[in-house]
């Protein structure tokens, strides 16, 4: 069992940053190996992927974040943050995080922090 919390979202003006945190934490001896990702949706659509990190610290975005998104993660590979720059209003969602052990297609996933971005 994986429990992610998110943290740091807010309401900012266009043109703003925030930085989003995940923090993954289990009951199990280790947290097991994995990638770490970003989601957000919005009212009515469905899910999309925003930024993902794998354990080797290899990162991949969207083509509607990149060069505007910067995801990382801690040495102990149990936090995720997402630095969000020039934010716009089409950015504004509901974002969560996403984890998924190495070798495994169960997702385990945050209850969202809420992004808004006004213009």
């Known amino acids: 069992q994986v429990d992610l919390v998110e943290s740091g979202g807010g309401s900012v003006q266009d043109g703003g940053s925030l930085r989003l945190s995940c923090t993954a934490s289990?009951?199990?001896?280790?947290?097991?190996?994995?990638?770490m990702s970003w989601f957000r949706q919005i009212p009515e659509k469905e899910r999309e992927f925003v930024a993902r990190i794998d354990a080797s610290g290899t990162t991949s975005y969207a083509d509607s974040v990149t060069g505007r998104f910067t995801i990382s993660q801690n040495n102990a590979k149990n936090v995720v943050s997402l630095e969000m720059n020039s934010l716009k209003p089409d950015d504004t969602a509901l974002y969560y995080c996403k984890l998924v052990c190495d070798g495994s297609w169960y997702p385990y996933w945050g209850q969202g922090t809420q992004v808004t971005v006004s213009s």
């Open positions: 289990t009951s199990a001896f280790s947290l097991c190996s994995h990638a």
